[in-house]
């Protein structure tokens, strides 16, 4: 693979930590929620960045796509549901639902949009076969 751009972040004091990235852009207080057991509070969480990144870069894949298509679409959203659980095997894991709207297209457009943006996109790539990332494609 060739870099093109290379992101840091350090995290100190795990979930009831705080996150820093190297350019100090993203700075938050992180602390476990309380359906978790946790405090809660204003602050972020290890699966709400997952999220936020996860979304604009579907987003971002989806965009490409329609381009490449050179398809007229209203302005696209991408929801990201992270759920944190347990696993079978007594460990934790992740699962993705990813809210997908296209205004302007076809049902069947948009979910053939939406298959060929999963197989761009970084964070699709990433998580393939490794964790259920389901979708909620809509266009009104």
Same mark, same amino acid.
């Given at each position: 693979?060739?870099?093109?751009?290379?992101?840091?972040?350090?995290?100190?004091?795990?979930?009831?930590?705080?996150?820093?990235?190297?350019?100090?852009?993203?700075?938050?207080?992180?602390?476990?929620?309380?359906?978790?057991?946790?405090?809660?509070?204003?602050?972020?969480?290890?699966?709400?960045?997952?999220?936020?990144?996860?979304?604009?870069?579907?987003? #971002?894949?989806? !965009? +490409?796509?329609?381009?490449?298509?050179?398809?007229?679409? =209203?302005?696209? @959203?991408? &929801? /990201? *549901?992270?759920?944190?659980?347990?696993?079978?095997? #007594?460990?934790? !894991? +992740?699962?993705?639902?990813?809210?997908?709207?296209?205004? =302007?297209?076809? @049902?069947? &457009? /948009? *979910?053939?949009?939406?298959?060929?943006?999963?197989?761009?996109?970084?964070?699709?790539?990433?998580?393939?076969?490794?964790?259920?990332?389901?979708?909620?494609?809509?266009? /009104?």
């Amino acid at each position: 693979m060739e870099i093109l751009y290379t992101a840091a972040a350090t995290a100190t004091g795990g979930r009831d930590g705080q996150v820093k990235s190297s350019d100090g852009v993203l700075q938050h207080d992180l602390r476990i929620p309380v359906e978790m057991g946790g405090t809660g509070g204003p602050y972020t969480n290890p699966e709400q960045l997952f999220a936020a990144g996860y979304a604009a870069c579907f987003d #971002g894949a989806l !965009g +490409l796509i329609i381009k490449n298509a050179q398809l007229t679409a =209203g302005p696209t @959203q991408v &929801t /990201a *549901e992270v759920s944190f659980g347990k696993n079978d095997g #007594g460990g934790f !894991g +992740l699962e993705v639902l990813l809210k997908v709207h296209i205004p =302007g297209v076809e @049902q069947t &457009t /948009a *979910e053939d949009l939406v298959a060929k943006a999963h197989e761009i996109c970084p964070y699709s790539q990433a998580t393939r076969g490794n964790m259920d990332v389901n979708f909620h494609v809509t266009v /009104a």
